[in-house]
């Protein structure tokens, strides 16, 4: 009986130590992200390099869970950082006054798109992402449909049943296609097209990159996706075009941040610099076509040429002031509705 | 023996068995109050308050009510629930009747089919059917034109999941027949399906319904399969997933949570009425049924039982040998790419490696406490208070689903003013939790195992000033060791598996693979995602025969003890 | 804790034959009452038992008796009451101290243990050596007569094998007091009656107070030096088998300890009763006969019903028609209804011999007598006691 209590007690202290083993050595810093899977390993092995002691620890999830996630906790922060999420949400956690103004050594360099200029400064720019569709050629030839050549196209009777997107609330490329279709077409046109769209939207995937995957592996003929996703999956070799339609498409700014009342403001520190600087900068391009840092490029294979053409100008404030409202207005009308489709 | 033997009374004692129990009861009435009672307490109290914690009495259940797609999910909820009912039930039935009533051979083999499902995670039947009736799917054209996605998707995944549950009930249930019945029936003449319905329905009648029972509850609290394959069709879980996971909208999780309690907590009362009339129905005088052999009947039991285990087995194997396909459906070559998990999550195989760990710590402090826990409440008389609450929370988890249970852990070990909030993200919170979650099973195990024992043992030790401790460990343990295994195999594989409780509290650097399995689908990665099931399949198959192996070192030569 | 081991009791301790001893009693037990909730399962039972002695409690099923002794043992806890065992107050005290050696029914033995280590168990955690362990579990075996049947697991065993076991395990420590749940009634009727026998000779030899409890009446009588009959949780009577066989002291235990026949009857002056119209005459007794009128039970034993040479000038003669006769070996049971007075049943036995000597069979008519001293008399109580009387 005694042994027993004590072998539980041993295997219970080395429950809670297995995880802080080599925490005494560095400083564990968590940083809350939106960045893709895939990118997390490099990113954090560049990270560790660059600065010394510090062991990253990822939270990552899409950019809707992760705001809600930040918003939620306001009262017990358990992020140090942010980062590889979307400026208009960072934007928005400014105006609740949950970010730790600080602005990385080196930030002047950056393209002046990709700065907060506004004091305080609380957000540094890494990349851009755009929202692209990325048709299957394939499917849509089995479904006699054209490529869409402009986002009115995706109302066609023939997609119905066959389109993919993010849902808003929780994917950031989600809700940056809806705040562009808004903008770009003011607010009544665009809920009216909102309204045509979703009779042909199959399902609204909690990813970004999800509704690419689904029409790359041809269980849709079209999905509304992030514009790498597009890039990599026809690389891979998947049957599918990636298409910015000419009026232009919505886009949104990937951005690190410190948060406010982390216990290690320091290491936050010297990690907002690292990502400031060139080297950083072209680890991003790696993944993203637009990055931060000028001069830096490093456009993937198969990515849309016209690409930085056709970003629609953004307005991030009206973004982050009107998200709520939005997304009410979004569920409300698209969520009622929950009968199955195909 | 006389005076001047008799010894005179033995001298005070620190450790007196009084104090010990009394203080082993304590100690598990803490426990389970932090691991049960204090997280269900704090998702009842969360559902009454706001945004910023101010009561608000039934607000959030009148706009849980007025919020039309909300209420939708509930009864989305109740439409897939029934229907795998009526579906499962009949199927489970005609199964167990086989297996129970016939003389078909390879009956164990077959048993063993229709349990399979128990060692996948629920999210596994779900990612094979995309890849069968997907709009992609290799047999899509049987659905003409309906899609997988939403109901259809949901209820076929379902019996698959809940067959084995329905299943292992009825065995039971059938396999209590009392042959003397249908020695009469028979001498009288009667009809084979008045038989049927005279003998053979009723017998079974509390087991149908409690069978239905387990199946109705499981489905309404599965989350694991709606996810997948559900599309826009919403379910009381994953609307508390999206609620809390997506728009961290506690308060209304916690409603959504309170409403998915309701069905639980109904079938968990309606389950235990029947048991308890089941018990009485059953005399002691009962003669075996042992079936006579009769070619067309059995022919036609092992037709159908192929049919039912194959599916069963093939549905399983889609998703391994999906795992295993370079690019689906444009490139079927081999590959084992889809197990390089880094590529689709960032953790790559560390969420295997930590749901073994989980699973693992489940099992091996989860089987000690239990079997430790159910002695005290059975064979001990200390502190009736205590052990009475003890016993009534180890219970209740029956009746909450894994996700309520999940949420209250995110409730009560995330508030800022509570100090275990260190363990929050920890591997010891998922392993509680998975305890919590699982413990009323493997109590009722060990007790089921302990009532079988003479009841006497603790009176003999204690007339022989033998603490009772010492005839736990050398007396009861080793003679309950067949249901310590059980209990052990039991908590390590369904902590393996699950996916419900577990999805609110990982954390950076613990997340699981069942975890990992949902966020590569919501990423599109479903290669990857049933390659990662297949891993978790393969791992609980594998403990499962260990156990078989070693249960029968424990009934071999080596304990020569046991007459069996 | 040293433990000197002596089966042979010390001169002069042999407990008298019968009867409350002199002596200070070794266990006592006062106004003790248990509750199960609003049931009673103990009321206010006293009982003295002195040391050295064979003791039965005896009674029906769920009249208290496994809870007497659970309680005596500390693992029921009364409500009220207290219990003293060799002089010292252990109505708190835990089982562990109380200095008692149990057996049960079921045996309760370790199946995982064998022979040997399931009567070493108690030895095993006094820290004796292990030498003198085996030593003293050789020598219990040998007493129990199972000196090699030490390697064997308890499934191995017969049930009176089992049993004996058990029995030395009780006894391995020395205990003071031993305890007896329904030892035997487990048992085929066979070994039963051998073992009965062994524990009784066994008790004697090493002059262990003794508590056995069994619903078995024969058992009881044979084996006992007290009997302690109890009904409803509370005793009735206690007394030597002799004193509850032959003066039983209400009509339940009368009805409980061998057969009787019952009639309802009334008071009809001093010695003088009616059952229905006939007058019988019974013993007056020392103290003052009941006022007539009073309704009264009279018991009788079968075998106290006379045959032989009655005339008709003797007490309660009177003619007896054979209605039903049992065959139960050595002697017959039979139904007797009185000529003159239809409904007036009793049942009386013959031995084979008279049975031979008067050509009794059905349908024979016989004289027959009712010696008042035999004829008991009980006040009529409608609760309880007496197989019905005929009307
Ligand atoms: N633990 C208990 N709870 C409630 N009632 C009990 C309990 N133990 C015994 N009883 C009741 O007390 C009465 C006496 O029981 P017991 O002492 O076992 O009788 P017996 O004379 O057959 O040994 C019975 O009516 C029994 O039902
Ligand atoms: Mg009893």
Redesign the interface.
């Known amino acids: 009986m005694r042994r027993w209590l004590l072998a539980a007690g041993a295997a219970l202290a080395l429950a809670f130590g297995s995880g802080t083993a080599d925490a005494q050595t560095r400083t564990r810093v968590t940083i809350y992200t939106a960045l893709e899977n895939e990118q997390l390993a490099p990113f954090k092995q560049a990270i560790e390099a660059a600065v010394p002691g510090v062991e990253v620890v990822w939270v990552r999830d899409s950019t809707g869970v992760i705001t809600a996630r930040i918003l939620a906790e306001r009262e017990n922060p358990r992020a140090d950082m942010i980062m590889g999420l979307a400026a208009s949400s960072l934007l928005l956690f400014e105006g609740m006054n949950l970010l730790e103004p600080y602005t990385p050594a080196g930030a002047e360099a950056l393209k002046p798109a990709f700065r907060d200029t506004t004091p305080p400064v609380t957000w540094t720019g890494m990349d851009a992402f755009l929202g692209v569709i990325c048709y299957n050629t394939v499917e849509g030839r089995r479904a006699n449909t054209t490529a869409p050549t402009s986002w009115r196209d995706l109302t066609r009777p023939e997609f119905r049943g066959r389109l993919v997107m993010p849902h808003p609330a929780s994917s950031g490329t989600g809700y940056l296609m809806v705040a562009m279709w808004l903008q770009m077409m003011g607010e009544e046109q665009g809920w009216r097209f909102m309204d045509a769209l979703h009779e042909n939207m199959a399902v609204y995937t909690h990813s970004g990159s999800a509704p690419c995957v689904q029409a790359a592996r041809g269980e849709r003929v079209a999905g509304i996706s992030l514009d790498m996703r597009g890039a990599r999956e026809r690389t891979q070799g998947a049957p599918i075009e990636v298409i910015i339609p000419a009026e232009g498409t919505g886009w949104d700014m990937e951005a690190v941040s410190i948060v406010r009342g982390t216990r290690n403001l320091d290491a936050a520190r010297r990690i907002a610099d690292w990502a400031a600087t060139r080297g950083a900068n072209e680890l991003y391009s790696r993944f993203y076509a637009v990055v931060a840092f000028p001069g830096v490029t490093n456009t993937p294979p198969n990515y849309p040429a016209n690409a930085e053409e056709r970003m629609f100008r953004n307005d991030f404030t009206w973004m982050a002031q009107n998200r709520e409202r939005i997304l009410a207005e979004w569920s409300r009308r698209y969520e009622s509705k929950a009968a199955p489709r195909n | 023996m006389s005076a001047t033997t008799v010894t005179a009374a033995p001298p005070r004692r620190l450790l007196t068995e009084e104090r010990v129990a009394t203080g082993l009861v304590g100690l598990l009435c803490l426990l389970l109050l932090l691991a049960i009672a204090l997280p269900l307490w704090a998702l009842l109290s969360k559902s009454f308050l706001d945004d910023q914690g101010r009561f608000v009495g039934l607000a959030n259940y009148a706009r849980y009510f007025a919020t039309p797609v909300l209420v939708q999910s509930l009864l989305n909820s109740l439409f897939v629930a029934t229907l795998a009912t009526t579906i499962v039930i009949p199927l489970a039935f005609l199964y167990a009747y086989a297996l129970t009533r016939s003389r078909m051979p390879a009956k164990g083999l077959f048993y063993a089919l229709a349990l399979l499902p128990i060692f996948a995670p629920s999210l596994l039947p779900a990612l094979s059917l995309v890849y069968i009736f997907g709009n992609q799917g290799f047999l899509k054209d049987l659905l003409f034109g309906a899609s997988i996605y939403g109901p259809i998707g949901i209820v076929m995944a379902q019996v698959f999941y809940c067959l084995p549950h329905a299943t292992m009930i009825l065995v039971a249930a059938l396999g209590l027949a009392d042959g003397r019945l249908y020695e009469a029936a028979k001498s009288l003449g009667t009809t084979r399906w008045r038989m049927f319905r005279t003998v053979t329905l009723p017998g079974a009648q509390y087991g149908l319904v409690s069978a239905a029972v387990v199946v109705f509850t499981l489905v309404i609290t599965d989350f694991g399969i709606a996810k997948v394959i559900g599309g826009q069709f919403n379910v009381l879980a994953t609307d508390a997933y999206k609620q809390v996971v997506g728009q961290q909208n506690f308060a209304m999780g916690a409603v959504v949570g309170m409403v998915l309690l309701v069905p639980a907590v109904l079938a968990f009362f309606v389950d235990r009425l029947l048991r308890r009339r089941q018990v009485a129905l059953l005399s002691a005088r009962a003669v075996p049924y042992a079936p006579q052999p009769e070619r067309r009947r059995d022919l036609l039991l092992l037709g159908y039982c192929i049919l039912v285990g194959g599916l069963v087995a093939a549905v399983l194997g889609v998703a391994v040998w999906a795992s295993f396909i370079r690019y689906w459906p444009y490139n079927l070559s081999f590959t084992l790419a889809n197990y390089a998990f880094a590529e689709f999550d960032p953790d790559g195989w560390q969420p295997y490696l930590n749901s073994l760990w989980v699973a693992g710590l489940t099992a091996a402090i989860g089987t000690p406490l239990v079997f430790v826990g159910a002695y005290l409440l059975e064979k001990t008389r200390a502190v009736p208070l205590g052990r009475a609450l003890a016993q009534l929370l180890a219970m209740l988890p029956m009746a909450v689903p894994g996700m309520v249970l999940g949420l209250g852990y995110v409730f009560f070990f995330n508030a800022p003013w509570n100090p275990l909030g260190i363990l929050y993200g920890t591997v010891a919170i998922l392993a509680l939790n998975c305890l919590a979650h699982f413990y009323t099973v493997a109590h009722i195990t060990a007790v089921t195992a302990l009532k079988q024992i003479d009841g006497e043992f603790e009176a003999v030790s204690a007339s022989l000033q033998v603490p009772f401790w010492v005839t736990l460990r050398r007396v009861t343990v080793p003679i309950c060791l067949p249901a310590i295994l059980d209990i052990a195999v039991y908590l390590f594989v369904n902590a393996l598996t699950t996916v419900s409780a577990v999805i609110f509290l990982y954390g950076p650097g613990t997340k699981l693979a069942s975890i990992a399995i949902v966020h590569m689908d919501e990423a599109g990665a479903i290669a990857a995602a049933a390659a990662m099931a297949t891993c978790i399949v393969a791992t609980a198959i594998g403990v499962k025969l260990l156990h078989l192996l070693l249960d029968a070192v424990l009934f071999g030569r080596a304990q020569r003890w046991r007459a069996r | 804790?040293?433990?000197?081991?002596?089966f042979e009791?010390?001169a002069g301790?042999m407990p008298a034959a019968a009867g409350r001893t002199a002596a200070p009693a070794f266990l006592r037990v006062r106004s003790l009452t248990r509750r199960f909730g609003s049931f009673t399962a103990l009321d206010r039972i006293d009982l003295e038992v002195a040391?050295g002695e064979f003791v039965c409690f005896l009674g029906p099923s769920g009249c208290g008796k496994t809870t007497l002794l659970?309680t005596i043992?500390?693992?029921d806890r009364q409500d009220e009451g207290s219990i003293e065992i060799?002089g010292?107050d252990v109505s708190t005290?835990?089982?562990?101290?109380r200095?008692?050696?149990?057996v049960?029914q079921?045996?309760?033995l370790?199946?995982?243990?064998t022979v040997t280590d399931n009567v070493g168990?108690?030895l095993v955690?006094?820290r004796m050596p292990r030498a003198a362990i085996a030593a003293r579990v050789a020598e219990l075996l040998r007493l129990v007569g199972l000196p090699d049947q030490g390697r064997k697991?308890?499934?191995q065993l017969s049930g009176g094998q089992q049993q004996r076991v058990a029995l030395a395990?009780?006894l391995?420590?020395?205990?003071?007091l031993l305890?007896l749940d329904e030892p035997l009634s487990a048992l085929d009727a066979r070994v039963r009656l051998h073992l009965r026998e062994e524990i009784r000779a066994l008790q004697r030899r090493?002059?262990?107070?003794t508590i056995m409890v069994t619903h078995d009446q024969e058992e009881a009588l044979a084996m006992a030096d007290r009997i302690v009959v109890m009904n409803h949780g509370v005793i009735e009577q206690i007394g030597t088998p002799e004193e509850i066989y032959r003066r039983p002291a209400s009509a339940f235990v009368a009805d409980f300890v061998g057969t009787m026949t019952f009639f309802e009857a009334t008071a009809a002056g001093p010695g003088q009763v009616r059952v229905g119209t006939r007058g019988l005459r019974v013993d007056a007794g020392a103290t003052g006969f009941p006022a007539d009128g009073t309704p009264l039970r009279l018991g009788l034993r079968p075998e106290e019903v006379r045959i032989r040479g009655v005339t008709t000038g003797d007490d309660n003669a009177f003619e007896a028609l054979v209605e039903d006769l049992e065959f139960l070996g050595p002697f017959c049971r039979a139904r007797l209804s009185a000529r003159d007075a239809p409904g007036f049943e009793l049942l009386a036995d013959f031995s084979a011999n008279l049975m031979r000597d008067l050509d009794i069979a059905c349908g024979a008519v016989l004289r027959i007598a009712l010696p008042p001293g035999s004829l008991r008399v009980f006040p009529r109580r409608d609760d309880r006691g007496g197989n019905g009387a005929p009307a």
């Not at chain 3, 370790?110 to 243990?113: A, M």
């Not at chain 3, 090493?206 to 107070?209: F, H, I, M, S, W």
């Open positions: 804790m040293t433990t000197a081991f002596r009791p010390p301790e040391r659970r043992a500390g693992l060799g010292r005290a835990p089982p562990a101290d200095d008692f050696g149990i049960f079921s045996y309760a370790f199946p995982n243990l168990y108690g955690n006094r697991f308890p499934v395990r009780a391995a420590t020395s205990p003071g305890l090493l002059g262990v107070t």
